[in-house]
C-alpha cells in the first residue's frame, strides 16, 4: 500500500526514526516499497546481498551512507545489523474506519488483528510482520500497558483507548 492511499489521522511523534537491521529485512523492506530515510552500510562492505540492496537503494534513490563499523555497532538495537541499517520514518496510527475503508477499497472483508498485553516489541514485530504477509489490513494494540515496535512497522496500526 502505498502512503497517498491511507488517510493518516495520527503520527506517532516520540522517536525520531525507527531502524531495520540485517541484510534480510533490510532487502524486504526496500523490495516492500515503503518509505526509507536512508541505509547506513559498514565501510567496506561491498560482497554478498550488500550490492543487492545498494542497487535497489540507488534505483529507489534512496541515500546511503556508508560509516564506521564502530558506529553501526553503537547505534545497534540488536548486536546484529550484519553491516547494515536502514532508517524509516515513524510509523504512523490511524483510526480504525480508515483499516476498514482499506479493505472496502480492496473488496475485501476486513481483516483485523486485535492485540493485547504484548510487552516485548520484539513480539510485536514479529506478529505484525507475520500479519502483514497473511494480508491483515490493520493492527489494533492499546493506547496504554503495550509496548511500541521500535523496529518493525506495519501499514495500518489504530492505537486503541478502548480494552481490546
Not at 534505483?59 to 551512507?65: D, G, S
Not at 507475520?130 to 521500535?150: F, M, N, Q, W, Y
Request: proline fraction near 3%; aromatic fraction near 4%; charge should be positive.
Amino acid at each position: 500500500m502505498k502512503s497517498e492511499e491511507l488517510r493518516v489521522k495520527h503520527t506517532d511523534k516520540q522517536g525520531l526514526s525507527d531502524q531495520i537491521e540485517g541484510r534480510n529485512s533490510v532487502l524486504e523492506l526496500l523490495e516492500s516499497e515503503r518509505d526509507i530515510n536512508k541505509i547506513l552500510i559498514a565501510k567496506g562492505e561491498r560482497h554478498g546481498s550488500i550490492n543487492k540492496i545498494i542497487a535497489i537503494a540507488k534505483q529507489r534513490k534512496i541515500v546511503i551512507a556508508e560509516v564506521e563499523r564502530a558506529k553501526l555497532n553503537a547505534i545497534s538495537e540488536t548486536n546484529n545489523h550484519q553491516g547494515v541499517i536502514a532508517i524509516v520514518p515513524p510509523f504512523n496510527y490511524v483510526d480504525v474506519e480508515d483499516i476498514l475503508e482499506e479493505a472496502k477499497t480492496k473488496k475485501e472483508d476486513p481483516f483485523i488483528l486485535i492485540l493485547d498485553g504484548i510487552e516485548d516489541p520484539h513480539n510485536l514485530g514479529s506478529i505484525i510482520r507475520t500479519a502483514e504477509t497473511a494480508g491483515v489490513h490493520g493492527v489494533i494494540i492499546p493506547k496504554r500497558r503495550a509496548c511500541r515496535s521500535k523496529r518493525y512497522s506495519f501499514k495500518s496500526i489504530c492505537r486503541s483507548s478502548r480494552a481490546c
